[in-house]
Nanobody, 119 residues
């Protein structure tokens, strides 16, 4: 059974930091690219950061220099370290596992964790 379980969300003041974790099970973690998405109220879900199986990282422009994605294949876990948080970072953050393979694309989602940036 595939599971992605996020943790680490919460309430933080502007300028503060939070670290999110996503523990994966039920699939070959090292074979999947891992991504963090977020969805704010009334907005579409957007890709925040991604890390490939080779460890290549990509970020949306609004979080570059503030967020860091990393993965630990030994622990089947992906992380998102968020620094210098802004109110506009407030959203539900979702972990995503993705594999693109001929005739066998896969995508898995976690249940999400709330991040609220407010004074």
């Amino acid at each position: 059974q595939v599971q992605l379980v996020e943790s680490g969300g919460g309430l933080v003041q502007p300028g503060g930091s939070l670290g999110l974790s996503c523990a994966a099970s039920g699939f070959t973690f090292s074979s999947f690219a891992m991504n963090w998405y977020r969805q704010a109220p009334g907005k579409e879900r957007e890709l925040v950061a991604g890390i490939t199986t080779d460890g290549i990282r990509n970020y949306r422009d609004s979080v570059k220099g503030r967020f860091t994605i990393s993965r630990d294949n030994a622990k089947n876990t992906v992380y998102l370290q968020m620094n210098s948080l802004k109110p506009e970072d407030t959203a539900v953050y979702f972990c995503n596992a993705e594999r693109i393979q001929f005739l066998d694309d896969r995508a898995y989602w976690g249940q999400g964790t709330q991040v609220t940036v407010s004074s």
